[in-house]
């Protein structure tokens, strides 16, 4: 088994693919419409599907915002330096909103942006990545 994609409902299909591509650097893999059920998928991510997982872009017609509720955290992105690309991000007319540092009660270093929707995106230093966040 393996994990394929994420999903997430968001309220302006274009402008959340501009997020993803032109601020976080992912890639349009693929695009579907749904007449029938008034829905637009489109999957986005830095590799192809059948090497890496991504996220799918939900747009269901008519709905520009949803409620986020309480259980949902984060996707992470394993970066190459989180400075960096925090100012990559803000250059590219992004929101960081923790900048880069360790994080609380370790010394991995993160940071974290939201995308048009609100959803939260933490950064980790790839070298880090797959340390536990505390160490």
């Not at 968001?10 to 402008?15: A, F, I, S, T």
């Not at 009660?105 to 609100?118: K, L, M, N, Q, Y």
């Amino acid at each position: 088994m393996r994990t394929l994609h994420t999903m997430i409902r968001v309220g302006d299909l274009n402008r959340s693919i501009d997020f993803y591509t032109k601020v976080l650097g992912m890639r349009v893999l693929r695009r579907d419409e749904n007449p029938e059920y008034k829905y637009s998928l489109a999957f986005v991510g830095y590799t192809d599907e059948a090497h890496g997982s991504v996220i799918e872009l939900t747009y269901n017609w008519g709905v520009s915002e949803y409620e986020h509720g309480n259980a949902f955290g984060h996707i992470a992105l394993g970066v190459e330096d989180v400075a960096v690309a925090c100012e990559n991000i803000k250059k590219a007319g992004g929101k960081v909103t923790r900048e880069a540092g360790p994080v609380k009660g370790g010394t991995t270093i993160i940071a974290f942006v939201e995308d048009p929707d609100g959803y939260k995106i933490e950064l980790i230093q790839d070298d880090q990545a797959s340390k536990a966040l505390s160490a």
